[in-house]
């Protein structure tokens, strides 16, 4: 390579690029030395995982080996080319007649890399747009033989790789990731007899029962059209005018308007299947199932005004989360639960388990752990892996089958079906991410972008010229469920659908006080801004159905008397079998994680009391905690007994929201530089106000009371003392409570 620079053209007039001082530097388009391909080959770790596995390399085995390594590219040591493999002499200049001439239009090197870049975004996915993901594999507890045959559950310890990838939904592609919203939880498993998507949700309802009302429901809550706006919310008209005039979303609103639509993390949420599936075993019978994901870490949310803040401090949050914990080897984990009952069972259930507006409750029908998702490994790249797969609830695998939900029946054609344009053509199952670890072979052929290179002349069934292969599998094959079916064909829907109000009462009456006084806070939120009276009036109607409690404080909140309750489709109304269910709380799962991999932030200013930092820090990082050191600036800060520490952050560039709890150390110098500092005082008064955990150090409680925080208040969120050690300890347990929704006040005091 240096001996090509060595000999192209120089321009004389440009000593000072090609001269002595140049001469140091490689020809613009050169590369330097070419490094030395076997230091990256010998690195590579026994800890990486195998592609597609989640298994971790035997030792000395090169980990990148597999499914995904055949189309890895990596360019170290390598010289630039084309795209037909040509080197590339000058990546930095068109091809011109003359330095001052005119760019010539056979500059095929010019035109080739326009052309592509031209061409590189593909269009972003209708609903769930903005998405992060991760590797990792699922791990079966015992042999599920007896319910199903589908291979992955066939033995204890078996292992299946997953690519997981969570998403909000109204948002565009670049939106940001606290908007309050659905979270999607899709997984695909690549089983050994095909890849099967569990394309689920991060609530176990939906706001529709039937396929038909889709576009209009993702109509309504997308900007709206005339103007574009608002992105990636659904606090406008159109959102509230159609569900309000869709008594059956009012279960899903109750899911939307709690914390559960602002979860602090992906890591952090349970997962759900929503529908009711079929599980179908070896001898052809059938069980009835709803899918459970539980996450080690716990159910934890955001309050609204820090997700409002975080998504203007870190658009990224959930991304950045997710990719750090994986990163630092925290890789996320939950387990699968399923709650199993027979069609006779379902039959006496109050409401219909095909309708995707109810749940089970788990008092009636039991959560039974079957396996456990681990996500380990993050993608190489974004767009090949997290943007190109493509989910589609009709990828089932022998022993999982569908039921006649009609939302279910929509999907299964819609999400091939969006793929087609999206990925441009019917041969996206061969993109990397998306292809089987099981063997293909079918007589399907060509198409765009068609990868797989077909040899012989035979692409039909039946045939003798290719000696009857590929032959179908018979009964090893999938056999899908002979359920009987019986009636007219008519359009309308059950009589049981038509009670929409049982379970989102269900749901009101299963949270927590603090819980309610959020839900209702959305729901006051989102009706504020919408712009149109009678919208709001007939959502408050609607609502009186739900609780009398909660249509009352909404109406309150909105300045607008009650008005009367929205007629009931039915009249007589079905005895629910539950009227609690504490499952339904956030606060039933606190996780088995205490407060490893949350971040904390110790302040520190010039005078700092170093000793204090230091200990606090060790303890903290000891816990498993994420630290970091929040100056007035970054860099260098003295402490008080003239030593220094470094601060990695600063109260611009990571202010209060992004943590879960915040240290104030002692040190009289530093607080009056905080005391003087308004984004000091906004850090702690954000801190408290978002109900996280305070630690004030000595002087520190100093900086408590100049932003209006009684350090010596009976909050069990604000821990003060002298004794670093001690406080630190105090300070973990009530870090590990996650926030202290007690000292909330309406309006906010602080
Ligand atoms: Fe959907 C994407 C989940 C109803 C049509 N959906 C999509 C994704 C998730 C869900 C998680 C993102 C997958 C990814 O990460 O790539 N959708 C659900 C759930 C539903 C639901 C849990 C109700 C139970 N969806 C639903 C209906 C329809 C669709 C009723 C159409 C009839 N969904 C789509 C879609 C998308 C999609 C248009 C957009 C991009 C894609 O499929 O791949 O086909």
């Known amino acids: 390579v240096a001996a090509t620079a060595q000999a192209l053209p120089r321009n004389p007039h440009k000593e000072s690029e090609y001269g002595e001082a140049g001469a140091r530097c490689p020809y613009q ?57 040509v080197p590339v002499s000058d990546n930095q200049h068109s091809l011109k007649a003359g330095l001052r001439g005119p760019a010539l239009l056979k500059d095929f090197i010019l035109r080739e890399k326009i052309t592509h870049f031209d061409h590189e975004r593909i269009p972003e996915r209708i609903v769930h747009a903005r998405g992060s993901a991760a590797h990792g594999y699922f791990e079966c507890y015992e042999s599920l033989a007896p319910l199903t045959r589908a291979s992955l559950f066939a033995k204890k310890g078996k292992r299946t790789p997953v690519f997981v990838r969570f998403s909000t939904v109204a948002g565009e592609r670049g939106s940001k990731d606290t908007a309050r919203d659905v979270r999607g939880f899709a997984v695909k498993f690549y089983t050994d007899e095909g890849n099967w998507d569990l394309v689920g949700n991060n609530m176990p309802v939906f706001f529709i029962q039937d396929a038909m009302k889709f576009p209009d429901l993702v109509h309504a809550v997308k900007p709206e059209p005339h103007h574009g706006m608002p992105q990636a919310a659904s606090a406008h008209d159109t959102f509230w005018d159609f569900v309000s005039l869709m008594p059956e979303s009012t279960h899903m609103l109750m899911w939307l308007m709690s914390d559960r639509a602002i979860p602090r993390s992906y890591r952090m949420m349970q997962g759900f299947g929503v529908h009711t599936f079929r599980f179908v075993n070896e001898q052809g019978e059938s069980r009835l199932v709803k899918f459970h994901w539980n996450p080690v870490s716990g159910t934890h949310s955001q309050v609204w005004d820090e997700a409002v803040k975080v998504s203007g401090d870190d658009p990224d949050f959930h991304r950045r989360d997710l990719w750090e914990a994986i990163d630092a080897g925290n890789g996320p984990q939950w387990e699968l639960g399923v709650q199993i009952f027979t069609e006779e069972e379902a039959e006496r259930f109050s409401f219909d388990v095909l309708d995707a507006t109810k749940i089970v409750p788990e008092e009636l029908v039991p959560v039974r752990p079957i396996g456990r998702m681990v996500l380990d490994r993050n993608p190489d790249n974004f767009f090949a892996e997290t943007e190109q797969v493509a989910f589609c609830t009709a990828h089932v695998v022998p022993g999982v089958d569908f039921t006649n939900d009609p939302l279910l029946a929509g999907r299964i054609h819609s999400y091939v079906d969006t793929q087609i344009s999206r990925l441009g053509g019917p041969n996206f199952h061969e993109l990397p991410i998306n292809a089987p670890l099981a063997p293909v072979h079918n007589n399907q052929r060509d198409g765009m972008h068609r990868q797989a290179v077909h040899r012989g002349r035979v692409a039909y069934e039946p045939n003798s010229l290719g000696g009857g292969c590929p032959f179908q599998a018979g009964m090893e094959g999938y056999v899908s469920f002979p359920e009987p079916v019986a009636g007219d064909e008519l359009r309308g829907h059950p009589e049981r659908f038509a009670e929409h109000y049982n379970q989102a009462t269900l749901f009101y009456d299963s949270q927590t006080d603090w819980e309610r006084r959020h839900l209702t806070g959305a729901f006051v939120f989102e009706l504020s801004k919408v712009t149109v009276a009678a919208i709001r009036q007939r959502m408050v109607a609607s609502l009186r159905n739900v609780s009398e409690e909660l249509a009352q404080t909404v109406a309150d909140g909105l300045g607008m008397a009650l008005p009367e309750p929205l007629p009931r489709a039915l009249r007589e109304v079905p005895r629910p079998e539950v009227a609690q269910s504490p499952s339904l709380s956030l606060s039933a799962r606190p996780g088995q994680v205490g407060v490893a991999t949350r971040k904390v932030a110790i302040l520190v200013a010039e005078g700092v009391d170093g000793a204090a930092v230091s200990k606090v820090a060790q303890a903290l990082i000891k816990a498993g905690v994420v630290v970091r050191l929040v100056g007035q600036r970054i860099g260098p800060v003295a402490t008080a007994d003239g030593g220094a520490l470094d601060a990695d952050a600063s109260l611009d560039n990571q202010p209060s929201a992004v943590f879960d709890g915040a240290v104030v150390p002692g040190g009289a110098t530093a607080l009056e530089r905080w005391r003087q500092d308004g984004r000091a005082l906004e850090f702690v008064r954000d801190t408290y106000r978002h109900g996280k955990t305070l630690l004030a150090l000595g002087e520190g409680a100093g900086l408590l009371q100049a932003a209006g925080i009684d350090p010596a208040a009976d909050d069990e969120g604000l821990v003060a003392g002298d004794a670093p050690a001690a406080a630190a300890a105090a300070f973990i347990q009530s870090l590990a409570r996650h926030r202290h929704p007690a000292r909330e006040t309406t309006p906010t005091r602080v």
């Open 29 to 85: 388009g050169a590369q330097a030395a070419a490094p030395d391909a076997s230091v990256g080959a010998s690195s590579l770790s026994e800890r990486q995982h195998i592609p597609k596995t989640g298994e971790p390399a035997e030792p000395g085995v090169n980990a990148v080996g597999g499914e995904l390594a055949r189309v890895r590219a990596d360019a170290q040591g390598q010289a630039l080319t084309t795209n037909q493999g």
